[in-house]
Nanobody
Framework: QVQLVESGGGLVQPGGSLRLSCAAS????????MAWYRQAPGEHRELVAG???????NYADSVKGRFTISRDNAKKTVALQMNSLKPEDTAVYYC?????????WGQGTQVTVSS
């Protein structure tokens, strides 16, 4: 069982930065694939970035070069550093953990990019 709690969302102006954090509980964190998803109003949930237990990351084309995902297996945390934010990045951001056939979600944190 894994529980995920996100933090760090908020309101930011275009061009600004935010850092999202996800704290996980449970003993399997170091063996999970971790990811951030987002869902804008009226849109499907989409993968933003993912990172393997060994630290290999991948990104959606829309965020490449602007967002960076990282993880600390000792602290059981995963972070998403978001720079050069755009209005189209506005969404609820969700932390996700995948272990074998089990998938876990956080409650989400709102990110709003607006002037």
């Amino acid at each position: 069982q894994v529980q995920l709690v996100e933090s760090g969302g908020g309101l930011v102006q275009p061009g600004g930065s935010l850092r999202l954090s996800c704290a996980a509980s449970g003993s399997i964190f170091s063996r999970t694939f971790m990811a951030w998803y987002r869902q804008a109003p009226g849109e499907h949930r989409e993968l933003v970035a993912g990172i393997t237990r060994g630290g290999i990351s991948n990104y959606a084309d829309s965020v490449k070069g602007r967002f960076t995902i990282s993880r600390d297996n000792a602290k059981k945390t995963v972070a998403l550093q978001m720079n050069s934010l755009k209005p189209e990045d506005t969404a609820v951001y969700y932390c996700n953990a995948l272990y074998l056939e089990y998938e876990y979600w956080g409650q989400g944190t709102q990110v709003t990019v607006s002037s």
